[in-house]
Each structure stands twice: as C-alpha cells, then as structure tokens.
C-alpha cells in the first residue's frame, strides 16, 4: 500500500502548486510574446488606425497671404475616405492639425498671392517634419505630399 502519511501528502500538494505555478508562469510569458508580435495585426483588424499630422505654411518673399490652400485629410478614421479642403485667400503663416488615415497621402498645397513665394511642411504629431516644399518660381505652388506608414504607431526613421 502507498504512503499515505502527511508528509507525503504534502510534497505532492507542493509539488502540484509548483508545477501548476510554472505552467502559469509559461502561459503568462507565452501571451506577452504573442501580443508583441501581433498587435499590429490587431490593430489593422479593428480599424480606425490613423496619424495626426500638423500642415503648415509659410511666405518666404512678396505678400504674406495664399491664394488657396488644398489639404488632404480623413474625417473619419474608421472610413478609408479622404476629403480635400479648398481655402481661399489665406493670410500667412497658417497651420491646422489633421487625422491622415494609415496608408493613405498625405498632401498640403499653397498658392501664393501675385509673384510670392511660399513653402510648406507636413508635421508627424506637431514636431517631426515629414514632408516639405516650396515654390518653384514666384507665383508657383508649394506642395508637400507624403504617404504615410501602414505600420500603426510605426513610422520609418528615413527620409520621407
């Protein structure tokens, strides 16, 4: 017949709280790795992913207003649409914070007044320039254009 004496009862109770704390410990580190690995996936499946980026404009000589200003943005992030927003005559220097959905282009057009000239900059979260440009002869229009990162939360550290 088998011991059955305390004892041996006991080790194997601490045995099993071992054993099962090990396996518990293994699932906890298991998940960690897979979330890391796979929260980008998730983040695609559950959509609404987009970057919010600062278009800004500048006169660089002649008069300090544009005649127009085009920008590209998404109203919704859940919605794969982007609207163009047409401004008329706009005094300089002028900015404004928009949501850009992953993947998609990002665009900032500005038409200076008469023979000025005026450059422009497309912002990654206000700070980061990820575009710029300017006019290539007085009169002509400035234009910045990037496609952002389909990569949610990762934007390449080269050039844009």
């Not at 004496?5 to 906890?28: E, H, M, Q, Y």
């Not at 000589?61 to 982007?82: I, L, M, Q």
């Not at 706009?90 to 007044?113: D, F, H, K, M, Q």
Request: charged share 20%; net charge positive.
């Amino acid at each position: 017949m088998p011991d059955q004496s305390p004892s041996s009862r006991r080790s194997r109770a601490d045995s099993c709280f071992v054993t099962g704390g090990i396996l518990l410990a293994l699932l906890l580190v298991g998940g960690l790795f897979w979330a890391k690995y796979n929260i980008t996936t998730i983040k695609k499946w559950r959509g609404g992913n987009a970057w919010s980026l600062t278009y800004q404009a500048t006169a660089v000589s002649g008069d300090p207003r544009a005649t127009g200003v085009v920008y590209r943005h998404n109203p919704d992030s859940f919605k794969k649409e982007s609207r163009d927003e047409r401004l008329g005559a706009t005094t300089l220097p002028w900015r404004t914070e928009v949501i850009v959905n992953t993947g998609a282009v990002a665009r900032l057009e500005v038409t200076p007044s008469g023979d000025g000239e005026v450059a422009c900059r497309i912002l990654l979260d206000g700070v980061r320039p990820v575009a710029e440009g300017s006019s290539p002869a007085p009169g002509k229009p400035a234009v910045c254009q990037v496609t952002t990162s389909d990569t949610p939360e990762k934007w390449p550290t080269g050039p844009s």
